[in-house]
């Protein structure tokens, strides 16, 4: 249940969106959902569906075909595809490409910005991978978790691309700073939060997802949320600051973070995140060790 004050920004957010525009959510999205979601998925019906589309299919191919993957034969067929990732990770890699491609449009995205939203949803893949037991128990899963990172700050670019205003904020938003939510209520009268909130639920995610987005900057001490959307919410935090910490490591910022970027300093401010995924310092600096050496893997 929301408090009064998240009640309020979501209807300040509602406001505005009266004003704004928010990329809807495509139709192969929607089609895809739908077809995942029979009780026996038909990998034929979705093999046509995502091949019906040029231009979805050929970025899948691309991201498919990418380092990342680190494949040593190229994927040049959606069946092959499929069965080389299964019906969840395509659906991921299609949603991944389709987010890329509504928000690149705004004159404010940036490779910066769309490398910070990938490795949070790296990293919170992999903080749901090692905490899976503890997820488990309130049914957040690990993809749950990536697409959450993926959406996080989904509305970064969309706020700069609508409010002059906003840009001047753009730095201190993709940084991580405290603070934020006031500054940006205090210029554009919402925050990306709500917004982000507000469009990964046109988009058909998970209500615990959109609830975790919402909640990726707040305190999350309150009890008067379900327990999935807190726990999400907690591992968006976590990733978000450890993807950040390792941009300030790594040199790829000039910017200051918070001035508690110090790992035990900033878990030191959150106890909540130890409480709710039963992590302590030395399990939170494994984590980083661990995700610093998968980002090196794969730049
Ligand atoms: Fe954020
Ligand atoms: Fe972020």
Sequence with gaps: MA?????QRLAHAREILQRIRIPSQPAVIAELNRLLNEPHPDFKKIAALIGKDAAVAARLFKLINSPLFGRCREVDSIPQALT???TENLFKLILTSCLRESLASSPQFTERFWHHTQRVAIAADLIARRLHTVLELDGVTTSQCYLGGLFHDCAVP???ANFSDYQELFEMVVSYRQGVLD???RSVGTDHCVIGHLMAKSWSLPD?????????HDNLTSL???PDA???????QLADYLAHHYDYLAGSTGLVIDTDWDIEEWFGNREYIGDQLHLDIDEIKYLRDELFELINSNP
């Design 208 to 216: 615990h997802i959109c609830k975790g987005i919402l909640l990726h």
């Design 230 to 236: 807190v726990k999400l919410a907690a591992v968006l």
């Design 3 to 7: 408090d009064s004050a998240t009640e």
């Design 183 to 185: 500054a940006e209520d």
């Design 224 to 226: 008067r949320w379900s």
């Design 84 to 86: 080389l990732l299964g």
């Design 158 to 160: 969309i706020l700069c």
